[in-house]
């Protein structure tokens, strides 16, 4: 028995002791460089701390070494990565900037050119030449036909007149005057002086008569339909001459004071890229919406060619007076709760985060009213990338407890 429990003991120390040389034998896990990462060619967003494959695309990272922080608050990037990161830098300077109020407008029809073609008299549409809404309509062009009883008598009564006139001539009657009031009065209900000689020369009175349009334009809503009757003095076609329009926008009753400045406005198109039409503030309507507190305003614009279209989006942009002040691209600005900061780089090559407070701004600059000098460069492409950097690299947000 004593025998048996010895040869025991001696395997299970045989076993403990094969275990530590194995384990002393395992390779001990490299130690991780500082100031050094891995990264993916094809997918530069992944990012790690030892080298292996991609975990997107498998391919092996590329080791990238970070030029040491030389500040607390700076960041040194290779020139590899400023390159990849596609940062840009600006030189600060003095600008001439103005002040300006952007507005979401939308084109409408100028009401002044608006014109109506109306029944003269009351009758029966018989036909109708234009059929559909945004059709063109020229000036003496044709657009119904009117069946009228009161028409054709009218007809009736004015050769009657003429017959008179030319067989007694002068009498107690005068019925000349009494031709021309006639002939007047058909003159008024529509009929044309080409229509009115054809009545003469045929001496035949016409149930039905063709109008004309006298005006030029769009038609802005569909007509009646054939055999409908219409009243005297009823729309029949609405036409709008669309060669200028009005740009409608809602400025907010704060803003209203900035409309004391100047009135010069510019108008450009999200259809049209580059394109910008000047005009001027023509209306501001007095009556203030009292639930959102915001007034209509109204640029009018020129559109000879027909390119723009009523229900077109556009912005219209209110530009005041214009000064020179330290600016910096609009790009470069970078919002947050606690205030707005800007990266520069510095005399070192290293970029740092500043903050700043700002002034006036217009779609491309930003005024600096602190924060900045002359001639230092700020970056106005790349902003965010630095400054998720400097967080992934620190730990802490850059103007963490900082303020202006």
């Known amino acids: 028995m004593m025998v048996t429990k010895l040869s025991k003991f001696s395997n299970r120390g045989l076993f403990v002791a094969t275990l530590l040389l194995v384990a002393c034998g395992k390779p001990a896990p490299a130690p991780v460089e500082e100031n050094v990462y891995y990264t993916c060619s094809m997918d530069p967003q992944v990012v790690e701390q ?13 080791r990238v070494a970070i030029a040491p922080d030389k500040k607390e608050n700076e960041v040194k990037l290779s020139a590899e990565q400023i390159r990849l990161a596609n940062i840009q830098t600006d030189t600060v300077r003095l600008q001439a900037l103005g002040e300006e109020i952007s507005l979401a407008a939308t084109l409408r029809e100028n009401q002044n050119g608006i014109n109506t073609v109306t029944a003269r008299l009351s009758g029966r549409l018989e036909r109708l030449f234009v059929r559909n809404a945004g059709e063109y309509v020229r000036a003496g062009q044709a657009v119904f036909v009117l069946y009228s009883e009161e028409l054709a008598a009218a007809q009736q009564d004015y050769l009657l007149a003429l017959k008179s006139k030319n067989r007694y001539g002068s009498s107690d009657l005068d019925f000349a005057r009494i031709a021309e009031a006639a002939r007047n009065k058909l003159l008024l209900w529509g009929m044309t002086e080409v229509q009115l000689q054809e009545l003469e020369q045929s001496g035949t009175p016409q149930n ?96 000879p060619g027909g390119e723009y279209q009523p229900g077109m989006q556009a912005w219209i942009t209110l530009k005041g007076k214009t000064r020179r002040t330290l600016a910096v691209p609009t790009n470069a600005l970078i919002r947050e709760s606690r205030g707005v900061t800007v990266w520069i780089k510095n005399t070192n090559g290293g970029f740092e985060s500043r903050m700043v407070r700002i002034g006036m701004a217009n779609e ?5 009213v602190e924060g900045l000098q002359t001639g230092e460069s700020v970056v106005v492409s790349g902003a965010y990338l630095l400054h998720s950097e400097y967080i992934f690299r620190k730990g802490t947000d850059p103007m963490a407890g900082h303020q202006m």
């Not at 999200?270 to 007034?295: D, M, T, W």
């Not at 491309?364 to 600096?368: A, S």
């Open 50 to 62: 030892k080298p292996g494959p991609c975990p997107i695309c498998k391919m092996p990272l590329v």
């Open 208 to 303: 039905t008569v063709t109008y004309y349009s006298c005006y030029s334009g769009y038609v802005m809503e569909s007509p009646k339909e054939e055999g409908s009757y219409v009243a005297e003095g009823s729309a029949v076609l609405k036409l709008a001459d669309l060669r200028t329009l009005w740009a409608e926008a809602q400025l907010y009753i704060s803003d209203l004071p900035f409309l004391a400045q100047t009135r010069e406005a510019s108008v450009t198109f999200p259809y049209y890229p580059g394109r910008i039409l000047s005009g001027k503030v023509s209306f501001v309507n007095p009556n203030l919406e009292a639930a959102s507190k915001i007034v209509l305003v109204r640029v009018e614009i020129s559109n």
């Open 364 to 368: 491309d600059y930003t005024e600096i």
